[in-house]
């Protein structure tokens, strides 16, 4: 009660400091979450991409349709496939006149169309390609496959860097999260180390000394979790703004499981810093070094 | 009653701080130790409080020897004992009434006692009228005042007095020794570190000489 009592106390006297340090902790928690949110889209844009690339089926001339049409269905229900479609020799003659219009003349002279019945593949992942286009080359009715094999290459390198570039930013934004949180943490902890020699000197209890500073942090912390769950959404929202992907198990909102594990991230992590300061509090209030506390406490 | 048997405080850098030094301060009394800046008079004192532990030797204080004391025991150690120093050691942050009133505010007094309590030790001290005021807008001789207003709230059996004259003038040091008179003859047993040898004669008072450690004189003048 007599600690509970002090803490308020000190917040009430010093409302704008408290709210600067509670600002700031909310500030690093949000940034944090932020930089979650936007590694999560950036994973999210990658795979879209993945997704783009093809490979195109060649199926063998005079396939009949039905066996065409089992081989589809079959490819459409592989999971390493997101989609698959069929183009006919009709379609793809089509298609390739739209395409060279200039060739037209070249087109109305052909007697017989030349394009072979295709199934054009689209895999779940880049990585997974090469393995997919093999198991293809050996089903049956399989003329031949072939896919951009340098641009999924290329493709594979770039993510290979974002991946690497995602997993360092996140880990130097953890960093920079403890270490600011624990500079806070520390500068509390070192404000109220005064306090920490007057509470022993007037005969407080041990539990009173050990609970003064972190019943303080833990005021603040609670202000800057409050502050960085009020801003969070709208930061969430602009981090994943062209995330497609819709999450309407968890809210309508697309971004609501990002938020949901931001949030539980940095409260998490919060939670462990705050731990390890007032582990440290304890260790500084309870510090065996008997000329250390002589030095920097009883003869400031 | 405190008691020092062949106390000795040995640095980590090997300096003695103090060295084979014994004395009783009996129940109620006012005894000076005095001595050169350096002689170990706050080593002493921090001893007493149990802010720190000889390297050799037991201080008792009423019997029960500080070494041992640890949680509960310290608390009730350091209950007993009232603590003024030079630098006050004031929460400057906070007012006069909310100084004074912390060691009351520990034991879990209601806020009435301690208010009326309060009132009482700013009054013995000449500060009434001073609750709300900052401790960090004080004067030397007030900011010093309010230490020994807090130090006496608590009607304590001991007080320890570190150089409570030290920073302060004539006048207001005379004023910190006659509420401190006033303790003692009220009953408690005020251990009083000075160096200023004057003070120690003017009073004829019992004292305790240190010297580079070492007791070198006890009596009185």
């Known amino acids: ?300 | 009653m405190i008691q020092m048997l062949s106390v000795s405080k040995k640095y980590e850098d090997g300096y003695y701080g103090l060295r084979d030094i014994t004395f009783t301060v009996a129940p109620g009394k006012f005894v000076f130790l005095t001595g050169e800046s350096g002689a170990g008079k706050s080593t002493v004192l921090r001893l007493i409080y149990r802010a720190e532990h000889p390297t050799n030797g037991t201080i008792l204080v009423d019997g029960v020897d500080t070494a041992a004391a640890h949680g509960r025991s310290l608390t009730a150690l350091r209950r007993k004992m009232g603590m003024v120093f030079q630098d006050y050691m004031l929460l400057f942050d906070r007012t006069v009434f909310e100084n004074v009133a912390l060691p009351l505010a520990v034991r879990g007094m209601s806020r009435d006692a301690i208010a009326q309590e309060v009132d009482k030790r700013l009054d013995q001290v000449g500060l009434s009228g001073y609750h709300r005021r900052m401790c960090c807008s004080l004067s030397g001789g007030e900011k010093q005042r309010v230490a020994l207003a807090r130090a006496l709230i608590t009607k304590p059996d001991i007080i320890l007095a570190d150089e409570p004259t030290g920073n302060l003038d004539i006048s207001n040091g005379e004023k910190i020794i006659e509420v401190l008179h006033e303790a003692n003859h009220q009953g408690a047993t005020v251990f009083m570190a000075t160096h200023d040898l004057y003070l120690v004669q003017s009073t004829r008072l019992p004292f305790v000489r240190l010297r580079g450690g070492r007791k070198v004189e006890e009596g009185n003048f």
């Open chain 1, 1 to 300: 009660m007599f600690t509970l009592r002090q803490t308020m106390r000190d917040i009430r006297r010093h409302p704008l400091r408290t709210v600067i340090v509670s600002i700031l902790i909310a500030v690093l928690m949000v940034a944090s979450a932020g930089i979650y949110a936007m590694s999560i889209n950036v994973r999210h844009t990658i795979s879209e991409i993945e997704r783009t690339h093809a490979i195109n089926v060649y199926l063998l001339q005079g396939l009949d349709q039905g066996s065409i049409d089992a081989l589809l269905a079959n490819l459409q229900k592989d999971e390493a496939i997101t989609r698959a479609e069929y183009v006919s020799p009709v379609d793809g003659l089509k298609n390739l006149q739209a395409r060279y219009p200039q060739f037209a003349s070249v087109f109305q002279d052909l007697t017989k169309n030349p394009i072979p019945p295709l199934i054009r593949v689209y895999p779940a992942s880049a990585s997974g390609i090469a393995a997919l286009a093999t198991e293809l080359r050996s089903t049956p009715g399989v003329q031949s496959v072939e896919y951009d094999e340098a641009s999924v290459q290329g493709m594979l390198n770039a993510n290979g860097f974002v991946n690497s570039l995602l997993v360092y930013v996140l880990l130097l934004a953890g960093l920079l999260f403890v270490a600011g949180f624990s500079l806070m943490a520390f500068s509390i902890i070192n404000g109220k180390r005064k306090e920490t020699a007057v509470l022993s000197i007037v005969g407080a209890t041990n539990t009173q000394v050990l609970l003064a500073t972190p019943a303080h942090l833990v005021v603040v912390w609670a202000l800057a979790s409050i502050l960085s769950l009020l801003v969070l959404p709208g930061v969430i929202r602009y981090s994943t703004a062209k995330l497609q992907s819709s999450f309407a198990w968890v809210t309508p909102a697309s971004s609501g499981i990002v938020y949901a594990g931001a949030a539980s991230i940095v409260i998490l992590a919060s939670l462990a810093c705050l731990f390890l300061a007032c582990v440290i509090a304890t260790i500084l209030a309870y510090r065996i070094d008997e000329e250390q506390r002589r030095e920097e406490t009883l003869l400031e």
